[in-house]
């Protein structure tokens, strides 16, 4: 207890000292988890927007060809069939799910009263899978095998257009009227994109009979894919499908117009790389602020234990040991550290916990997009940092303390 009382009487004599060294632990520590703070938010908030889809997805639109090819003139359209699904099934490598659809846009939905303006939207069973569509809790079920096979007129709607066709009621059971044609509701499902909740999904052997889609063919093709892990890889298999698609419908593989590919898989590789670039760079500052703060902690230790030097030459005249000056200089060099340390911690994990409180509470449920979410930090890191600070502030008192122990008394009692 003498000891620590002697510590602490040192420190208040000195405050502006004790401050300086405290103030540079402390603010290196805040720096650091708020800028970690900054990258992960950002991160969160991209991969977010990913949540609940499938990443590895190819989605390919018919064009209208921009090149002659083989004798072809340009100018000629594109149309999906049967035949572009059987080639991707065997001759692309690596394919898990493939569905085509076709897309009715301005059918008007009736229910009683109600009604709205939606689009139509023909899709096998792989569908749901593929664009990871989810069934409201006991409403309904999505688009099955038997629904397709036998061309039923089976609707599933989205959790939107149920609260303007039906209001409260459970539609599942019920019928609406596309036009002419009724449909049996077997289905409310949920999904992230706003525009995709305007949009009603029948069977598409359904929508190939009754809208007459065998002479127009499909409105698009998207289908899953295993194995690509690098853009390079991706880029390769575009080829490929650019090349297979083009033997198909004789067009030339480099005519962009014809053939429309978003590949999802590449598109997060490419925005996950661009994130982690930044996150490098919120390192590779943190850790800049850190070494500034060591810095500042070791040279103001430096000129605390020279200022001392002619009382530590008083304390070995009287009897101290030089083992027990050391354990005072590293005790009260743990204590600034330590206290400063965690309270740089301390503010840093409450202002990130508060911006993503803030967020939470104020952005809607709804929301499609976000580009900054949960901008906490792993503790484990921070308690890292705030050691290898107080480690750093031991050593800084530790080298220029056992220097200046090791100085005669006479000596020390002369040191300027």
Not at 175 to 204: H, Q
Not at 343 to 362: C, D, K, P, R, S
Not at 409 to 416: D, K, S, T
């Amino acid at each position: 207890m003498e000891l620590w009382n002697e510590i602490i009487n040192t420190l208040r004599k000195n405050k502006m000292r004790t401050f300086l060294t405290g103030f540079s632990v402390a603010w290196g520590i805040f720096m650091l988890v708020i800028l970690l703070g900054a990258g992960n938010g950002l991160k969160n908030g991209v991969t977010q927007n990913f949540e609940g889809e499938a990443n590895n997805a190819i989605f390919l639109w018919p064009g209208t060809t921009s090149k002659t090819f083989d004798g072809l003139q340009k100018g000629r359209d594109i149309r999906f069939s049967d035949d572009d699904v059987a080639m991707i099934n065997k001759q692309m490598p690596s394919v898990e799910r493939v569905s085509a659809t076709i897309s009715i846009p301005g059918v008007t939905l009736s229910y009683g009263k109600e009604y709205g303006a939606y689009s139509i939207k023909g899709v096998n069973e792989n569908y749901s899978s593929i664009e990871n569509i989810g069934i409201v809790p006991g409403m309904g079920r999505f688009i099955n095998n038997m629904d397709i096979r036998e061309n039923r007129k089976t609707m599933i709607i989205s959790d939107k257009m149920r609260e303007v066709l039906f209001k409260k009621e459970n539609p599942v059971g019920k019928y609406v009227n596309a036009g002419k044609i009724s449909y049996l509701i077997v289905g409310v499902y949920t999904i992230k994109e706003a525009r995709e909740a305007n949009e009603a999904i029948i069977p598409f052997t359904t929508a190939q009979s009754v809208y007459n889609f065998e002479a127009k063919g499909y409105s698009n093709i998207v289908f899953t894919v295993t194995g690509l892990e690098t853009e390079q890889a991706n880029k390769e298999y575009e080829t490929l499908l650019r090349n297979r698609m083009g033997r198909l419908h004789f067009f030339a593989p480099d005519d962009d117009n014809a053939l429309y590919i978003w590949n999802k898989l590449q598109h997060y590789l490419q925005t996950l790389g661009i994130f982690n670039a930044i996150n490098l760079f919120v390192w590779i500052i943190g850790i800049g602020t850190l070494i500034a703060g060591i810095v500042g902690v070791s040279n103001i230790m430096l000129i605390t234990v020279k200022e001392r030097t002619k009382e530590f030459g008083i304390r070995k005249a009287i009897g101290a040991s030089p083992v027990s000056i050391l354990k005072m200089i590293l005790l009260e060099s743990v204590l600034i550290t330590s206290v400063f340390g965690l309270t740089g911690m301390f503010a840093g994990v409450m202002l990130t916990e508060a911006a993503n409180y803030i967020m939470v509470q104020n952005t809607p449920k709804d929301a499609d997009m976000t580009i900054f979410a949960n901008p906490t930090v792993d503790l484990r890191i921070v308690f890292s940092a705030t050691l290898l600070l107080i480690l750093a502030g031991m050593l800084a008192g530790y080298f220029p303390a056992r220097k200046a122990v090791s100085i005669k008394p006479i000596e020390a009692l002369h040191y300027e």
